[in-house]
């Protein structure tokens, strides 16, 4: 089975995305599954956070660029989280190069990731804070969205923006798509303002809504020194390691999907 591949979009910029790429690719690295991340940001950010040896050769700039089919596959580098985690990094040149038109644009990153989830078991594509070209062509290439929002007066707002761009997508062409998780990060449970916002969202967006991710100072240390947040070593980061275990299970059911892998396996022996 094709590993699922999943968009990590919102509306506004600075609300998780990246944190929340990297704590799934944590999260099902620690799990001993096979990830690639795209870094669809011309910021960098989950290239800078997984730590790369050394710098790329190719981009997802060049990728989108390029648009040849199964081209990504090339860009393919791999990372400082080990042998698991690969990645197609991110510079600061994807802003400057527009996506470029000409048949079906919306459609580059789909064909250049041809073939790249026979090889992984999940597909994760940061993208970046705006709903523009880039995370268009993400839309068209992900069987699943994560909308990520934090527990703000805008909060609801936002997701729905959100929810509407892969709805568009939807309609567009890509039916398959769904918004498996609305993830409202940073959270402070102990603040009465944030238990309202959350509850906003549960209103407006049911169970899609998932657990909140809280906010804490091991998850941006864990980022800055370039490791997985399972292998950072504080209780705060054991307590977002487990969150994201939880998301992992939620948003991308590849442990159902090895087991069946592993189901026909022994079938077949
Ligand atoms: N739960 C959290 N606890 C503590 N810090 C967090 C948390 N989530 C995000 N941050 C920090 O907030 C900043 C913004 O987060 P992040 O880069 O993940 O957002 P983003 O949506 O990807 O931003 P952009 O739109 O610029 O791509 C980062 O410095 C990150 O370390
Ligand atoms: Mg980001």
Redesign the pocket.
Known sequence: MDAPVVAVL?LK???????VTLGLASAARHESRRVLVVDL?P?G?ATAGLNLAESPAFTTSDVLYDGRTGVGLEAITSTGWGSLVDAIPAERALEHRAVPSGTDPVRRLQRALHGAADRYDMILLDC??SLGELTRNALFAATQAVV?TEPSYFAVQGAAAAVEAVEVAGREGNSALRVTAIVP??ARLRLSEHQYRLAELHAAFGDTVTEP?????A??QA?GAGVPIHDWKSSGARSAARTFDDLLGRVADISGQAMAQDIAAQEDS
């Open positions: 919102s910029g600075g609300v998780g995305k990246t944190t940001d910021q950010n970046p804070p990520v990060n940073r991710v809280s906010e804490r100072t998850i941006q980022q």
